[in-house]
Nanobody
Framework: QVQLVESGGQLVQAGGSLRLSCAAS????????MAWFRQAPGKDREFVAA????????NYADSVKGRFTISRDNAKNTVYLQMNGLKPEDTGLYLC????????????????WGQGTQVTVSS
């Protein structure tokens, strides 16, 4: 049974930083593309960042480029999202996702999802 468990979300002031973690189990982690999405109330799920198998290739949404960094540790079956310079518009439920076939910006291409961790940025 595949499980993705996110952690690290909390209330933070604008300009602050957070590091999210997603621990994976039940899959061959190093064979999966990993990604972070976020969802604000009443809005569609939005792509944030994705990373390739070996952690070398990464892709970011324009809205977070230069502020967020995605990374992974295949020995720990964990993917991270370092978020700096947080803005109120970054508020949302941050979800971790795993895809076997491709690194994509589309939620429908991902095979497994976590339950999410809440990030709230106050102005």
């Amino acid at each position: 049974q595949v499980q993705l468990v996110e952690s690290g979300g909390q209330l933070v002031q604008a300009g602050g930083s957070l590091r999210l973690s997603c621990a994976a189990s039940g899959l061959t982690f190093s064979s999966y593309y990993m990604a972070w999405f976020r969802q604000a109330p009443g809005k569609d799920r939005e792509f944030v960042a994705a990373i390739g198998w070996n952690g070398v290739v990464a892709n970011y949404a324009d809205s977070v480029k230069g502020r967020f960094t995605i990374s992974r540790d295949n020995a720990k079956n964990t993917v991270y999202l370092q978020m700096n310079g947080l803005k109120p518009e970054d508020t949302g439920l941050y979800l971790c996702a795993a895809a076997r076939l491709q690194m994509s910006v589309y939620a429908g291409h991902y095979d497994f999802w976590g339950q999410g961790t809440q990030v709230t940025v106050s102005s």
